[in-house]
């Protein structure tokens, strides 16, 4: 888990391999008491993320440096071990999919997605600062949303 923060003014630049852009600007922007649109998130390519990289934790600690340092950029890397020891639980969720299709082979006409997830926050920060939804985007509990995708 890496990040590189720049804080100057009122302008801050992250840098990393995250999933959570509008986390991230949100949470940055109360922290460094400035608005979210002053909060640039520069994404590099995450191969394997797996939703670790939607929680904020490592940003946060390379903006926290950076603020103290302003006008200097300050990259944080946390070992492997300092991730395993400081991951956050993962709930189980599941995720059914069932597909209608007509009689005309190869057609799919329907999609009904169903997610279900346990209710324990997936982002320590949710509560903390009113987030609407976990960053990887799916409310605690579930919901039901269908789709017409003629193909």
Excluded: C
């Excluded at 923060?5 to 302008?11: K, P």
């Excluded at 992250?14 to 008491?33: D, L, P, R």
């Excluded at 890397?77 to 020891?85: A, H, I």
């Excluded at 997605?113 to 320590?124: F, K, M, Q, V």
């Amino acid at each position: 888990m890496n990040a590189t923060a720049l804080v100057s003014g009122d302008r801050i630049e992250v840098w990393g391999s995250v999933q959570a852009q509008t986390a991230i600007q949100n949470v940055m922007a109360h922290i460094a008491g400035t608005t979210p649109d002053k909060v640039a998130v520069n994404t590099s390519m995450l191969g394997g993320g797996l939703g670790r990289r939607s929680e904020v934790d490592f940003v946060l600690d390379a903006v926290l440096l950076a603020k103290a340092i302003p006008g200097e950029p300050v990259k944080v890397m946390w070992t492997r071990e300092d991730d395993v020891q400081n991951g956050k639980y993962r709930p189980l969720t599941v995720n059914r999919r069932p597909t209608l299709t007509p009689r005309s082979p190869g057609r799919s006409i329907t999609w009904l997605a169903d997610r279900r997830r346990e209710p324990t926050p997936i982002n320590t920060l949710d509560q903390h600062f009113n987030l609407q939804e976990s960053a990887s985007g799916m409310p605690a509990g579930g919901f039901f949303m269908p789709r017409m995708t003629p193909t």
